[in-house]
C-alpha cells in the first residue's frame, strides 16, 4: 500500500483523473466495490473499458501485485470521491476544510493550449493583409454585409439590453440569419458599442469563435474516446483544415462562426449524453435502472437544455439551417433503432434528446412569432424533427417490446418520414415551396465558387478533399468506415452520431464544397483518432482507447507502461515531429493560398486609400461617393467610403457590361450622378482591346488602341503592374479657346498619379464657331495649341466651362 508520505501525489492522481473522465466517479467506485471484496484482482473481474483501466494504472491509482492488482491507496481514493479529504497535520479541535482547487492533468491542458494557439495562428496567416493602410480589412465580400448591420443595430441601440432593435427588425437582420446579427450586436454592445468595438468584434470575433470551437472538439473527442491524446490531436488536426481556416480566419465576419459553434455544442451535448447512458449500461447488469440513473441525474437535463439552446440558435443563425436538422432527424431515427436492438427503451433512452429537440422547437417558433426572426419555413422545421422524432420513438418502443426485428423499424420509420413530407406539403403549401427553393439552391446554383463539389474535376476529383480539407481527410474516412462497422457490430450510440453527422455533411460536401467547413467539425475527430492510431502503428503512441479494447487481455496481463501524454526518448521524437510536419504541415501549407483568395491585395487597399481620402478631401456624400468595382469587392470599397455595404446588386447588375464596353464616357450619363468612382482589377479573360477594361486599367484612360482619351474619369491610383486602379467619375473641366475653323488643336497636360508619369493628349478639330472646346479630366496647366489654360480641380468636379485667359 502507498505510504503517509505518497497520499497526496495519489489524491493528486485521483483528482487529476476525476477531472479527466466524465465517467470517472463510475470507473473508481466500480474499482473500489471490487478491491473491498478481495485482495487482488484482475482486469477481467471489473466492468470498465480497457483504455479506462490503462489510466488508473498509469496514474498509480491501481497498482500490479503477484500478477494481479490493487488499489494503492483505497482510503485515499474513497475519501476523493467523498470530498472528506481532511489535512493530517490539522489539530483535531480545528474542522476539517478543503479549500483547494481539483487537479488537472497538466500534460493534457499544455497539450490542449498548443493546439488552441494552433487553431488561432492558422487564422491569422493573412494579418498582413487584413491590416493594410490604416483600414482593418476584412478579407470576402459577406462580411461587410454583417458589419453594415452590426453597426446599424448599434447606430439604433442605447445599450445591451435595449434588445427592441432586434424585435420587428429590418429584413436584413431577422430574415435569414437574425442570430448572428443579434451576437454581433450583443458583443460589440458589451464591448462599448462605438466604431472601435464594432472593428474589434468584425476582425477577432471569428478567430476566438474557433478557438471556442477548438475547446469544444476537444471535449467531445474525449468523451467519445476517453482519450486526451485524441482530443489534443483533434484540435490540431481542426486547426489546419484550410477551408474551415479561411471561413473563420481574421475579419471573416459571417454567418459561419455562429453556425459552426452551434453545430458543435449540438453534436457535444448529444455526444455526452449518448455515452452517459451507454457507460451506465455498460456498468450495471440492470438495464432499466442504468437508463433511470441516467434520467435522474441533474447534469442529464442541464445538457439536454444546452442542446436544445443550440437547436434554437442554430437555427436562426443562417438561412440554410433546416440542412443541419436532418442529420439531427436521421440520428435520432437511427438511434432509436440501435436501442431497439439492444433492447433499451427508446423512449427513455432519448428521452432527453426529445425534450432538447422540443425546447428548441418552442424557443425557435417564440423568437419567430414575437420577433419576426426568420422564415415560416425555417422556423417551423425543429418542431416538424420534434413531431417525427417523438413519432419514430413511439413507434420503436412499441417494436421493442413485440420483439420484432429492428431492421423492420428502420422501413417504418422511412413510411413516417414520407408520410410526414406528404402532410406537410398539404398543410403549408407556401413552406413547401420555400423548401423547394432551397433544394434547387442546393443542386443547381452555380454562381459563385463555393458552389462547386468537393470532388471537383477541377482537382482532379481526389486532390480537392486535400486541398480544402487537408492531409487528414482519407483518414478521416477510413475512420468513418470503422465507425461504421462498430455501429453495425454494438451498441455505440456516440459513434453512431458522429457517422450519422459525418456521412450527411459528406454527401452536402459532395454537392457544394461550402458545407466542408461543417464537415470539418466531425472530421477533425475522426482525423483525430486515426493520426493517433497511426503514430501507434509505427510505435509512437500507445494505441488510441477505443482501438485498445481490441487488446485488453494484454492490458490485465502486464498493464500499459506510458501516460496518458509523454514525450517519447529522443529517437522517437524525431519521427513523432517528421510525422507531424508532413500530416499537419501538408495542411497548413494550403491555409494561406486558399486564405489569399479572399483577402484584398496592396494595390486594392490603396484604390481604397485614395478613393476615400478623395471623398472625404471634396466632401463627397452617398451616392456622390459610390464605387463601382467587380461584384466580389463591391462591398468592402462602399463599407470604408460611404458605409453603404448593404447590397453589391447594382455593380453585380451593371458593372460586367462597362468592363466589356468600347464606350466608357458613353456611361457617365448612365450613371447619372449613381457612380462616383470605379475601380478595376486584373481579369483572367481575353477581353476587346477597345474594351473599358483596357482603356482604364490598361491605358489609363488616355487613349491607344484606336480609342480617344477619356473626358470623364480621373486617376486616383494605380500600381506599377496595373494590377488595379482606382478612378473618380467626373463631370470635367470644359476649355474653350478661339481657333480658327477647321484646325486640329493638341490640347495636353502632364499627369502624375502614384508612380505612374504620363501625358493627357487629345487632339480636337476645331469647328465652324471657332472655339475649341474639350471636356477634361484632370486639373492642370493645359496646352491648347498656342495658348495656355490652367484647370483647376473645383473646375473639374464643379463640370466648369474654362475660357482662355480665365485661369
Not at 418552442?362 to 423568437?367: C, E, G, S
Not at 478533399?465 to 465507425?483: D, H
Not at 466589356?660 to 481575353?686: I, K, M
Not at 491605358?699 to 486602379?725: C, F, I, K, M, P
Amino acid at each position: 500500500m502507498t505510504s503517509d508520505a505518497d497520499s497526496g501525489t495519489d489524491t493528486d492522481a485521483t483528482s487529476s483523473f476525476l477531472a479527466d473522465h466524465t465517467d470517472g466517479e463510475r470507473a473508481l467506485a466500480a474499482v473500489l466495490a471490487v478491491d473491498s471484496e478481495t485482495t487482488t484482482w484482475t482486469f477481467d473481474d471489473i466492468a470498465i473499458d480497457s483504455g479506462t483501466f490503462g489510466e488508473l494504472v498509469s496514474r498509480g491509482i491501481v497498482e500490479k501485485v503477484d500478477g494481479e492488482y490493487q488499489i494503492a491507496d483505497p482510503k485515499n481514493v474513497q475519501a476523493v470521491l467523498d470530498g472528506d479529504l481532511v489535512d493530517e497535520e490539522t489539530s483535531a479541535d480545528e474542522p476539517a476544510q478543503n479549500l483547494s482547487l481539483p487537479s488537472v492533468d497538466r500534460q493534457a491542458m499544455a497539450g490542449l493550449f498548443i493546439g488552441l494557439l494552433a487553431v488561432a495562428g492558422a487564422r491569422m496567416t493573412a494579418f498582413g493583409s487584413i491590416f493594410q493602410r490604416g483600414y482593418a480589412i476584412s478579407p470576402g465580400n459577406d462580411p461587410y454585409y454583417f458589419r453594415y448591420w452590426m453597426g446599424e443595430l448599434l447606430a439604433d441601440s442605447s445599450g445591451v439590453t435595449d434588445y427592441n432593435v432586434l424585435v420587428d427588425a429590418p429584413v436584413g437582420v431577422s430574415g435569414v440569419r437574425p442570430f448572428a446579427h443579434a451576437t454581433n450586436w450583443f458583443v460589440a454592445t458589451v464591448l462599448g458599442g462605438g466604431q472601435v468595438a464594432a472593428e474589434t468584434v468584425a476582425i477577432w470575433l471569428p478567430v476566438l469563435g474557433s478557438v471556442a470551437l477548438g475547446v469544444v472538439i476537444y471535449k467531445l473527442a474525449v468523451i467519445l474516446t476517453q482519450d486526451v491524446r485524441v482530443g489534443i490531436t483533434s484540435v490540431l488536426v481542426f486547426a489546419v483544415t484550410p477551408i474551415h481556416a479561411v471561413y473563420t480566419g481574421l475579419g471573416f465576419l459571417d454567418h459561419n462562426v455562429h453556425q459552426y459553434f452551434w453545430l458543435g455544442i449540438t453534436l457535444l451535448t448529444l455526444g455526452w449524453l449518448a455515452v452517459d447512458l451507454q457507460q451506465r449500461l455498460e456498468e450495471s447488469s440492470d438495464t432499466r435502472g442504468a437508463v433511470m440513473s441516467h434520467l435522474r441525474s441533474i447534469l442529464t437535463w442541464g445538457v439536454a437544455v444546452a442542446f436544445g439552446l443550440s437547436v434554437a440558435f442554430g437555427t436562426h443563425a443562417w438561412g440554410g439551417s433546416p440542412l443541419l436538422l436532418m442529420p439531427l432527424a436521421g440520428y435520432i431515427g437511427l438511434r432509436v433503432a440501435l436501442d431497439t436492438r439492444a433492447d433499451v427503451s427508446p423512449v427513455l433512452a432519448n428521452l432527453p434528446a426529445l425534450v432538447g429537440v422540443g425546447i428548441g422547437s418552442v424557443l425557435t417558433l417564440v423568437l419567430h412569432l414575437r420577433w419576426g426572426w426568420h422564415s415560416g419555413f425555417v422556423s417551423t422545421t425543429p418542431l416538424l424533427v420534434f413531431g417525427g422524432a417523438v413519432v419514430v420513438a413511439a413507434l420503436a418502443e412499441l417494436w421493442r417490446r413485440h420483439e420484432l426485428d429492428y431492421r423492420g423499424l428502420l422501413v417504418g420509420e422511412g413510411v413516417v418520414a414520407a408520410g410526414g413530407l406528404f402532410v406537410f406539403r398539404w398543410l403549408r403549401p407556401e413552406d413547401w415551396a420555400a423548401a423547394q427553393r432551397r433544394v434547387d439552391d442546393l443542386f443547381f446554383r452555380e454562381d459563385i465558387t463555393e458552389t462547386a463539389s468537393l470532388f471537383s474535376t477541377e482537382y482532379a476529383v481526389l486532390l480537392g478533399p486535400i486541398y480544402q480539407l487537408g492531409m487528414e481527410f482519407y483518414i478521416a474516412l477510413a475512420v468513418l468506415g470503422w465507425v461504421g462497422l462498430v455501429v453495425y457490430r454494438q451498441y455505440e450510440p456516440g459513434w453512431l452520431l458522429l457517422g450519422t453527422y459525418s456521412g450527411f455533411l459528406l454527401v452536402l460536401a459532395g454537392i457544394q464544397v461550402r458545407f466542408a467547413g461543417q464537415l470539418a467539425i466531425p472530421f477533425s475527430i475522426l482525423g483525430g483518432l486515426g493520426v493517433v492510431y497511426v503514430l501507434s502503428v509505427v510505435d509512437l503512441a500507445r494505441p488510441p482507447a477505443p482501438f485498445e479494447a481490441q487488446t485488453a487481455s494484454k492490458v490485465s496481463d502486464s498493464g500499459p507502461s506510458m501516460p496518458s501524454i509523454s514525450l517519447p526518448d529522443r529517437h522517437k521524437l524525431v519521427y513523432l515531429v517528421g510525422i507531424g510536419v508532413l500530416i499537419f504541415g501538408m495542411s497548413l501549407i494550403f491555409v494561406p493560398g486558399l486564405t489569399a483568395q479572399a483577402t484584398y491585395s496592396g494595390p486594392q487597399a490603396s484604390a481604397l486609400e485614395a478613393i476615400d481620402d478623395h471623398a472625404t478631401e471634396f466632401d463627397r456624400e452617398y451616392p456622390a461617393n459610390f464605387v463601382l468595382s467587380e461584384w466580389g469587392d463591391n462591398r468592402m470599397y462602399n463599407h470604408f467610403v460611404n458605409g453603404e455595404s448593404r447590397s453589391y446588386s447594382y455593380a453585380q447588375n451593371n458593372f460586367q457590361d462597362f468592363l466589356l464596353d468600347a464606350d466608357p464616357d458613353g456611361w457617365y450619363s448612365q450613371f447619372d450622378g449613381r457612380v462616383g468612382y470605379v475601380v478595376l482589377t486584373e481579369v483572367d479573360a481575353d477581353i476587346p482591346a477597345e474594351s473599358t477594361q483596357n482603356q482604364l486599367l490598361t491605358n489609363l484612360g488616355t487613349g491607344g488602341n484606336g480609342t480617344e482619351a477619356l473626358s470623364h474619369y480621373q486617376l486616383l491610383s494605380v500600381d506599377d503592374d496595373r494590377s488595379a486602379a482606382a478612378f473618380v467619375v467626373v463631370p470635367g473641366a470644359t476649355i474653350t479657346v478661339p481657333e480658327e475653323p477647321g484646325e486640329t488643336v493638341n490640347v495636353s497636360t502632364e499627369v502624375s498619379v502614384d508612380t505612374a508619369l504620363f501625358t493627357y493628349e487629345r487632339e480636337v478639330t476645331v469647328g465652324d464657331s471657332g472655339q475649341v472646346e474639350v471636356t477634361v479630366p484632370y486639373a492642370g496647366e493645359y496646352s491648347v495649341g498656342s495658348a495656355s489654360v490652367e484647370v483647376t480641380e473645383t473646375d473639374v468636379l464643379d463640370g466648369t466651362v474654362v475660357a482662355a485667359g480665365s485661369g
